[in-house]
């Protein structure tokens, strides 16, 4: 995430809302403590956009991304506590968040990153044409 203290390291954030009595800014500091990637901010729409959420997934934002402290949160886990409540509806960060979650498929193929997409395309170039070489080969195509 953003450094959260000065060059120093002497002033934090934390502190300085303490200092100012600023409790719903500290209380914003603790609980986003471990966002840890610019996905996180998922239950941020002024922060985190659809289109921009859409945009880190293709360049290869991890929805598994994690602080390495215990019970530290995903962009995943966020995004499914939002849809719990109706908070994810079509093309806003958490709808991309869970969408690039799941198996690909042609209709999860946008979420990728490029070199999967190109990925996924020639394994599926291949297990065409090794479908086209056995009788049979559309189960072997829909298995692939």
């Known amino acids: 995430g953003s450094r959260r203290s000065d060059s ?6 934390e ?4 200092r100012h009595s600023l409790l719903p ?16 901010h998922v239950p941020l729409p002024a922060a ?20 390495p402290a215990e019970g530290a949160p995903t962009p995943l886990a ?5 849809a719990e409540h109706g908070q994810a509806t079509v093309g806003s960060a958490p ?20 070199w999967a997409r190109r990925r996924a395309l020639f ?10 070489t056995r009788e049979g080969g559309g189960a072997l195509l829909d298995a692939w």
Do not use: I, K
């Open 15 to 18: 502190l300085v809302a303490v």
């Open 95 to 114: 709808w991309h968040v869970l969408r690039a979650a799941r198996a690909w498929s042609v209709e999860t193929h946008d979420t990728f990153p490029a």
């Open 123 to 132: 394994l599926l170039w291949v297990g065409r044409a090794v479908s086209r």
């Open 25 to 40: 800014v500290l209380h914003w500091l603790e609980a986003t403590r471990q966002w840890t990637t610019p996905l996180h």
């Open 78 to 82: 966020l995004a499914r506590r939002l």
């Open 48 to 67: 985190l956009t659809g289109e921009r959420a859409a945009r880190l997934l293709q360049d290869g934002a991890d929805v598994h991304a994690c602080a």
């Open 8 to 13: 120093r390291g002497r002033h934090s954030a």
